[in-house]
């Protein structure tokens, strides 16, 4: 870790905060430190704050209050020209009087490069999004797939060093998301840039970062590799928004170091790691992921705790199955199990006992 200090904070955002109207903030506490080449991804909901904090680090909004630097310099003390910054934006607008290869000269011009330059620098960035042959064409010619490439070959073309990325591939088919998903993580780890990039699909952001922040209601609720975002969810908030979870909801009887019980609301007392709770007596949300419960007696490991079932529904996905499940008053109890040859599978109104560890288990906040 200790390096320079220098590269370790190429884009900071040091409380920052934003108001659009003097009275609400829609980005209320923001502290964020990125190292030069890093890819991280905003992640929330519609209106957490994602696109304003990319419009104020590429100067298009002030923060109302806070400090925003990059490589060590206040944003405010740079020109535009020189942040080297690139931009794809939300809605991506690419000039439709000009043709494509007019579109990725125009920056460029800007900078003021000669014309064999520019002509070679477009090319490239042409064939880095694979359109090498449509450089002649106008947007108007291009489908909603093509005008996205292009507005990230825009971005790329004068290679910036940190490129901000606002749901570049909301617009586009499942089967182009997912290769252009893998375009853009080759494109920016072989041109070692700093990508800030915002979407609101947790499986994109999970497949292409480093780290990833969750935004709600204008703060970052966690920000952490994927693995951990996913495995060790801080509270309930983002529990709930990164990928499939049960929960089972109670009031905690005691914590005991990194053991907590917490009797749930039908009565049952169940062991859980004490993540976001703080005392006893307090309402507490236990989150368990579907792939960790077990109801394969034999494969119950030593210490799991076991609670009744009762079957809902059985659902048969190939790879795995996925059964819905009664658990403590809870109808939406999910469980995954790999479709491996010695796995029972499970019929609807079947008595049942699952379990898991206690440490798959975590007491968050209940709010
Ligand atoms: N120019 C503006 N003037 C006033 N309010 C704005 C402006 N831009 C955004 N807002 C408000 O600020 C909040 C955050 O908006 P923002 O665009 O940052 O959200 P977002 O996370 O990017 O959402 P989405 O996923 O829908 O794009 C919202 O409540 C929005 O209505
Ligand atoms: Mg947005």
């Known amino acids: 870790m200790a390096d320079s200090g220098h590269n370790d904070a190429f884009v900071e955002f040091e409380r920052v905060q934003k108001s659009y109207d003097g009275e609400s903030l829609v980005v209320k506490d923001l502290n964020l ?24 680090l590429a100067g298009f909004e002030t923060a109302t209050h806070g400090d925003i630097r990059l490589d060590g310099v206040s944003i405010n003390n740079i020109p535009p020209h ?27 011009e800007v900078r003021k490069l000669g014309k064999s330059e520019r002509e070679a620098k477009v090319k490239r960035a042409l064939e880095m999004v694979q359109m090498g042959a449509f450089g002649g064409r106008r947007p108007a010619q291009l489908s909603g797939g093509q005008q996205q490439r292009i507005a990230l070959a825009r971005a790329l073309v004068f290679e910036a060093e940190l490129v901000l990325m606002d749901e570049p591939l909301g617009a586009l088919d499942k089967q182009l998301r ?19 990039y915002v979407t609101h699909d947790q499986t994109e952001a999970l497949t292409m970062s480093d780290r990833v922040a969750v935004f709600n209601d204008g703060r970052i609720q966690q920000l952490a590799p994927p ?23 109670g009031v905690v009887q005691e914590i005991r170091g990194d053991v907590c019980t917490v009797r749930l609301d039908d009565g ?5 790691k004490p993540v976001n709770v703080t005392k006893a007596g307090e309402r507490t949300r236990v989150s368990i992921r579907p792939e960790r419960v ?35 008053g809870n109808d939406e109890f999910i469980i995954k199990t790999r479709n491996a040859p010695d796995q029972t599978r499970l019929t609807p109104g079947q008595q049942i006992e699952i379990g898991w560890l206690p440490a798959d288990c975590r007491a968050l906040d209940a709010s």
């Open 294 to 328: 077990e109801y394969n007696k034999d494969r119950l490991q030593e210490g799991a705790h076991t609670l009744k079932a009762e079957v809902l529904e059985f659902i048969y996905m190939g790879d795995i199955f996925r059964t819905r499940l009664r658990v403590a």
């Open 82 to 108: 020189k942040r080297g910054i690139g931009m794809v934006f939300q809605n991506y607008a690419l000039f439709p009087h000009m043709t494509v290869a007019e579109n990725l000269s125009f920056p460029l």
């Open 268 to 272: 049952e007392v169940i062991d859980a």
């Open 227 to 249: 693995d951990q975002l996913y495995e060790e969810p801080q509270n309930s908030f983002v529990a709930q928004f990164i990928g499939e979870n049960n929960t089972l909801e």
């Open 33 to 56: 430190t990125m190292p030069k080449g890093e890819f991280l991804t905003m992640l929330g909901p519609s209106g957490s704050g994602k696109t304003t904090c990319l419009m104020m």
């Open 178 to 196: 997912e290769h252009m998903q893998f375009e853009i993580k080759r494109i920016a780890d072989n041109l070692g840039i700093t990508v800030v």
